[in-house]
């Protein structure tokens, strides 16, 4: 009975062990998160925002370089699709994910002085800044990843929820979960309208519970991130954040426990 009073995580099982395993990977490979900063909205990491409070991609794109510590890493940003709306009639028009370009892309090209990453973005992302942050973080992880031959825990099938994880393990998880699902209203030539997106790969509760497992890999408390999450996103970080205490009490020490050979695939 007393367990029917437990704080719950608001992942399952199976998550939080893919959760751990994947932080795991990434410190072993990339190092300790100890002084990796939690990336907050505030001017000390995007000054482009300073005078307006709104940035264009290639000035936001930089601030988010600095921020994960990879500004010297060379990169090229490039205008990528943008979405198409439908037409809904009487002058409205619907945006929603399944017909949405891509909120990003990352490869690697061949340049005179050697290899150098190209990300794009959906210029349509402008609108919303911090799912902009969220992109650039995402594909900035890809490109971390990138430097290494390890697949991860599960294999390339998982590598998008790596990816995810890393853009988290690199300081982002804030704006990850603020913009995992957006509705809005929007104007145009064409009219008024609606729009809806899923963005990312990872569920709002595994990357509160990411937050939390960052943040307690870098010896912070993680009540430090609600001030910057969305106000029902605040309710899963505080339970994940009570449920992880009382089980894993010892981050670090539960990290460092997970056996990666289980989760290889061959």
């Not at 704080?7 to 190092?31: H, I, M, Q, Y």
């Not at 979405?83 to 949405?100: T, Y």
């Not at 992880?141 to 998008?160: F, M, N, Q, R, V």
Request: one cysteine or more; aromatic letters at 10%; a negative charge.
């Amino acid at each position: 009975m007393l367990s029917l009073f437990r704080p719950r995580l608001p992942v399952d099982e199976d998550e939080l062990e893919f959760l751990l395993a994947t932080f795991k990977w990434l410190t072993s490979t990339f190092g300790s998160v100890a002084q990796t900063p939690l990336v907050v909205p505030t001017v000390e990491y995007f000054p482009s925002l300073a005078k307006k409070g709104w940035a264009p991609a290639p000035l936001l794109f930089e601030d988010v370089r600095r921020a994960a510590d990879m500004a010297d890493w060379p990169c090229q940003l490039e205008t990528g699709e943008a979405d198409i709306p439908f037409d809904a009639g009487n002058d409205h028009l619907i945006r929603h994910e399944g017909g949405s370009a891509p909120c990003g892309t990352f490869r690697i090209a061949e340049g005179s002085d050697g290899n150098f990453a190209v990300i794009t973005y959906n210029p349509d992302m402008e609108r919303d800044q911090t799912g902009m942050v969220a992109t650039f973080a995402h594909e900035l992880a890809h490109y971390l990843l990138a430097t290494s031959e390890d697949p991860g825990p599960g294999g390339w099938d998982l590598h998008e929820l790596h990816t995810d994880i890393a853009a988290v393990f690199l300081g982002f998880g804030i704006f990850l979960a603020n913009s995992a699902r957006t509705f809005e209203t929007f104007q145009g030539m064409r009219g008024s309208g609606w729009s809806s997106r899923l963005q990312g790969y990872l569920s709002e509760g595994s990357l509160v519970t990411a937050i939390v497992i960052f943040q307690r890999l870098a010896g912070r408390e993680p009540a430090a991130a609600a001030l910057y999450l969305e106000d029902y996103l605040r309710t899963d970080l505080k339970r994940a954040d009570r449920a992880l205490a009382k089980r894993l009490p010892d981050m670090a020490a539960a990290v460092e426990a997970v056996d990666l050979a289980a989760f290889s695939c061959g």
